[in-house]
């Protein structure tokens, strides 16, 4: 059972005071009036009692004198009818009196009801002899003669029952009057008892009607005192709703939203004021279908009361919106709105209404935003720093150059004219095979970021190059893309040329003995000498093992005569031996269980040599102990890639399907990765070879393995027929 | 209003939303489609503009410039597939002026209040080089419509 607490009691203590006191008083005023009705019965019956003693006084002397006019033979008509109204008079006042002492309840009383009872008693007889009397006529009493007038015998009747009456009822009417003053005594005596207890009775009337004045003027004072605080409370309250930046507003249960609402709502959501709109309603033209139905659910969820709010949180899909308000002109401002919501309750136990908060919180949202792109850019510039640092510098500058080179050649590609559907996939070949050879030199300096850049434009060719009808304007994903990476490499060239000065730095301060450097010592031991270049073999080694990692397959790498590379073809093998390496690990060289299963050693080998062939050629040979060229496997992926149609698929004979493997976009790798599956890096051997005006030979056994022999001319060679000449 | 969809717009789409631009104005306004070239960098020297250029400047989100330049053949061939038969310099003006007006309709439609937007200027002179922000490199966009050759320059930090 819910106690009511102390402020409730205060509140409730004089409604009760009055209610007693009006209820005190209503039973006063009864008691009054029926005090007041039985004291104006008392009065009346005192009024009767008192008329009726004299009244056997009055009839004694009517009889009188009737007694002496029959003595003296006169008149006697109208004390006769006098006694006969008296007689009436007095029986109707006894009447009256016994209503009026049952009504004062004098009957009741022992006494009063003996005296009443008496006086009856005593006016029986009288009124019986009245009663004969009245029989007698009042004409024929009395007979003229000679010797004057002398009673007939109905005037000696008369007079012998008057003289009768007057003798038998002397005693009787004094007794009478003495019972009936008895009477009127204690009707008086009564009358002065009740009259006191009216008295009384009204004085106490009079002290609850002013105790329930002063209940209802204390009443009217707190009802004014809280009439005060209420207007108090509501000034506070405008002034709070008026104040405060955040949106406020009462969603009730049927989903409307309250009259009161702080003035800010209107400004956060540029809406006319809510009153009377379904939240649904209000929300309908911020965001779109998806998250006005989350909200409905969102919303329901805070009406069941068992839910708790604190953990549903988490899944307010109006947490963070972004929202676009058009303007009449300009553009459409972009801001962002957290609405949060609250249950309120009320005196009873449920929810009575959902308290929701709308604020605009861009600015918080702008500052992470700008903070995460900051922590995000931070990380990144460690990362290449850690790069720049684990690479060897001449490596490096020469792979920064060949960058730039290689996103100026694309550039120029793109920049040559001719927006044909031939032309414009000749440019995305164009682009793919510098993608494709930048992103090997990459990964075999273990480069990731130039890696995922370089990924990321191939990706973007390898979608043009299926799309159909392509247009220019499609190209803009892919400029974008090299200008991005363009920057990248003129970050990294900015930080490398750093790092060279820090290590000169610390090389030079090196010089100086250390025993008058103090410190200078631990700096010299610290920083280590630039390494020498490292030379091709260390790169192929490292693209091996980055190549090969993610697989089965384990791979070695026996390198020949790289060292006797001219400068004039340095980057050419380096590139051919990029694409080779990671085209035989990808490829060629199988997983070690297949590999166990055919009775090969289950680590591949993967020989490159570099020789000088004839005096007009130099010879480059990359050769893989793996699973051979399967022309039928070419021509089935010929044939699924679209590159032959099934006539000329028929018709591919072995060394047409080995050609087929130098084709753009061919390969029999099942899935696309940053290694393989975009069918380029043959691609770039062969346009790399042919630049250089040389030849490419294949020769290939199933299950056993594949040789590349590339012939690059020399360019020193003498002519035999010139030197034979001389 | 309308929902935002939560994203930001990548460089691409934005360079995008003004190619479409370009794009849009001929097949609507001149009633004849252009074809756009393939983009390229402005790597080693600043793009020289055309005859008449109208041009954007751009700053908040991005500090930058999107400029259409293109010869005054071309403009007033298009003046004539618009039933205008007043060439003057002042009318070519206009019309540069005009679609640099729609790229920043589209802009300001797209972007948002990130970006804030000039009123669109016009260069008459050919030769000239615009000023770019520091950093920025320009993208090249090479708009042909019949036989004229027109380009956008957006170069945007």
Redesign the interface.
């Known amino acids: 059972m819910a106690r009511l607490s102390l402020n409730q009691r205060v509140q409730w203590l004089p409604l009760a005071l009055a209610a007693v006191c009006t209820a005190a008083l209503a039973l006063l005023l009864f008691t009054g009036v029926r005090l007041a009705a039985r004291l104006q019965s008392a009065s009346s019956a005192l009024q009767l009692a008192s008329g009726l003693t004299a009244q056997p006084q009055l009839l004694r002397s009517e009889l009188t004198l009737i007694q002496r006019g029959l003595e003296t033979q006169t008149y006697v008509g109208d004390s006769l009818r006098s006694l006969a109204a008296g007689r009436t008079t007095s029986n109707q006042a006894y009447a009256r009196l016994e209503t009026a002492m049952r009504a004062a309840g004098l009957a009741a009383r022992t006494d009063a009801a003996s005296r009443y009872a008496q006086a009856r008693t005593h006016w029986q007889p009288l009124d019986d002899g009245l009663a004969r009397l009245e029989k007698t006529r009042s004409a024929g009493l009395y007979a003229d003669s000679a010797g004057g007038s002398t009673l007939t015998a109905s005037g000696t009747a008369l007079k012998r029952a008057v003289d009768e009456l007057l003798a038998t009822q002397s005693h009787n009417t004094a007794a009478l009057a003495g019972e009936l003053g008895d009477l009127a005594a204690l009707v008086r005596t009564a009358v002065v008892r009740d009259g006191q207890s009216l008295r009384t009775l009204l004085l106490g009337g009079a002290g609850l009607a002013s105790l329930l004045l002063a209940t209802m003027l204390y009443f009217a004072w707190r009802a004014g005192q809280a009439a005060r605080a209420a207007s108090e409370a509501q000034r506070q309250i405008g002034n709070i709703l008026g104040t405060v930046r955040e949106g406020l507003f009462l969603i009730a249960r049927d989903g409307r939203i309250g009259g009161a609402h702080s003035d800010s709502l209107v400004a956060l959501l540029r809406a006319p004021a809510p009153a009377g709109q379904t939240f649904e309603e209000l929300l309908r033209p911020l965001v779109d279908e998806k998250t006005l139905l989350g909200a409905g659910k969102f919303l329901g969820l805070l009406w069941k009361d068992k839910v708790n709010e604190e953990l549903i949180e988490s899944v307010n899909p109006l947490s963070q919106i972004e929202v676009n308000f058009q303007r009449a002109q300009g553009p459409a401002e972009q801001r962002y709105l957290s609405f949060s919501f609250r249950r309120a309750r009320g005196a009873g136990a449920g929810t009575d209404f959902v308290l929701g908060v709308v604020a605009d919180v861009t600015d918080r949202v702008l500052l992470q935003r700008e903070l995460e792109q900051l922590r995000a850019s931070n990380d990144s510039q460690s990362s290449l720093l850690l790069q720049l640092l684990q690479t060897e510098p001449v490596q490096l500058q020469s792979f920064l150059n060949n960058v730039e080179v290689g996103v100026r050649r694309c550039n120029a590609l793109l920049r040559s004219p001719g927006i044909g559907a031939a032309e414009l996939q000749q440019k995305i070949q164009g682009v793919f095979r510098e993608m494709h050879s930048l992103k090997g030199e990459a990964a075999a300096l273990g480069m990731d970021s130039f890696v995922e850049r370089t990924h990321a434009v191939e990706e973007l060719l390898a979608a043009l190059r299926e799309q159909a009808g392509l247009a220019g304007d499609d190209f803009v994903g892919v400029v974008v893309k090299l200008d991005d990476l363009l920057s990248h490499q003129q970050l990294l060239a900015a930080m490398q040329e750093r790092v060279d000065q820090a290590r000169n730095a610390a090389v030079s301060a090196s010089d100086i003995p250390p025993d008058k450097h103090g410190d200078t010592a631990v700096i010299s031991t610290r920083a280590a000498p630039a390494p020498r270049p490292a030379g091709l073999e260390q790169i192929l080694q490292r693209l091996a093992r980055e190549v090969s990692a993610p697989g089965a397959r384990e791979v070695r790498l026996a390198c020949e005569g790289l060292e006797r590379v001219p400068a004039e073809y340095a980057g050419v093998v380096r590139d051919i031996s990029i694409q080779m390496v990671r085209n035989a690990i990808v490829h060629g060289i199988e997983a070690r269980d297949e590999r166990a299963a055919a009775g090969k050693p289950p680590v591949g080998t993967i020989r490159i040599r570099f020789s000088e062939a004839s005096p007009q050629e130099y010879s480059l040979l990359v050769e893989d102990d793996g699973q051979g060229l399967d022309p039928a496997r070419i021509r089935d992926h010929a044939l699924e890639r679209g590159l032959l149609d099934v006539e000329q698929a028929a018709a591919l004979n072995q060394t047409g399907a080995y050609r087929m493997i130098f084709q753009p976009g061919f390969s029999t790798a099942s899935e696309v990765t940053e290694h393989a599956g975009r069918g380029v890096g043959l691609d770039v051997v062969n346009t790399t070879v042919r630049e250089c005006g040389g030849r490419i030979g294949i020769s290939t056994q199933p299950g056993k393995y594949t040789r590349f022999k590339m012939m690059l001319p020399r360019h020193d060679a003498t002519d035999p027929a010139q030197s034979s000449a001389a | 209003?309308?929902?935002?969809?939560?994203t930001a717009m990548?460089?691409?789409s934005e360079?995008?939303v003004f190619?479409?631009g370009v794009?849009h104005y001929f097949a609507s306004s001149v009633q004849q489609a252009a074809?756009?070239?393939?983009?390229?960098?402005a790597?080693s020297e600043r793009p020289e503009i055309a005859d008449y250029t109208g041009i954007i400047r751009i700053s908040g989100k991005r500090t930058g410039l999107v400029a259409f330049t293109a010869p005054k053949s071309m403009l007033s061939v298009m003046l004539m597939r618009m039933q205008e038969t007043d060439m003057s310099h002042e009318n070519l003006c206009d019309l540069v002026g005009e679609i640099a007006n729609t790229l920043s309709g589209n802009?300001?439609?797209d972007?948002?209040?990130?970006?804030q937007?000039s009123v669109p200027e016009v260069v008459a002179g050919r030769g000239g080089t615009l000023e770019y922000p520091a950093q920025g490199?320009p993208?090249?966009?090479?708009i042909?419509w019949r036989n004229y050759h027109a380009r956008l320059i957006v170069c945007l930090q």
């Open positions: 209003m309308i929902a935002g969809n939560g990548t460089l691409e360079v995008g190619v479409a794009l074809r756009c070239g393939t983009p390229h960098l790597l802009a300001r439609r972007f948002g209040h990130q970006f937007i490199r993208i090249v966009i090479p042909e």
